[in-house]
């Protein structure tokens, strides 16, 4: 008799189905939602921002924002301003009493709305972590409404059939605030002139 050892992290396993069953519940109540609010690891945050190559010129603006991490780490690290959206008030709270208590508050902001009817015509990068239905459905707006040449960062999810122009995967020990082995991948896309689209 064979006898296989499989080590498995439980407490991860568990988070990630917990995860899984979220984001199915969520989505049912709400079929364009972005997902349950989870928080980017740091990790990922700089591996973003490095990918997009941000700079003290760029205009960071995030869609479903969260804690105001990416924008507030982009404009403490790099200079860069920025805006990021929500449509949870206590977090868009959150994220702006963390950006006074930095001393950003005239460099970023966070606003209470909905990513489909964002104003995105100022960004210079685009930061997302939504799931795929939401992305989807950002792609028409996000083409449409901003400037050739604009950067465009995804934690984990894509666009589909638009394929970044580059992914680079890297491994964690915590995500979904759970300590354990992951994986997160980034993509990156630029945006191409009208008639290349």
């Not at 977090?91 to 709305?113: I, M, Q, T």
């Amino acid at each position: 008799m064979q006898v296989i050892d499989l080590k498995v992290n439980f407490k991860g396993l568990c988070a990630a189905v917990l995860f899984g069953v979220a984001i199915a519940a969520h989505a049912a109540d709400a079929p364009l939602s972005g997902g349950p609010y989870v928080p980017t690891p740091p990790q990922v945050v700089d591996e973003m921002l490095r990918m997009a190559g941000v700079t003290g010129r760029d205009h960071v603006i995030d869609l479903g924002s969260g804690d105001g991490r990416i924008v507030i780490t982009a404009a403490q690290k790099y200079g860069a301003s920025g805006r990021g959206y929500d449509i949870d008030r206590e977090l868009v709270d959150r994220s702006n009493s963390n950006a006074r208590k930095l001393g950003l508050e005239k460099v970023v902001r966070f606003v209470e709305g909905d990513v489909l009817k964002a104003d995105i015509s100022e960004a210079s990068v685009v930061t997302l972590y939504l799931l795929p239905a939401m992305m989807n459905e950002l792609r028409a707006k996000l083409l449409r409404e901003l400037k050739p040449g604009t950067r465009i960062v995804s934690h984990d999810f894509d666009f589909g059939n638009w394929r970044p122009d580059r992914s680079v995967s890297i491994e964690l020990n915590e995500k979904y605030d759970t300590s354990g082995s992951w994986s997160s991948t980034i993509h990156l896309w630029t945006v191409p002139q009208p008639d290349a689209r």
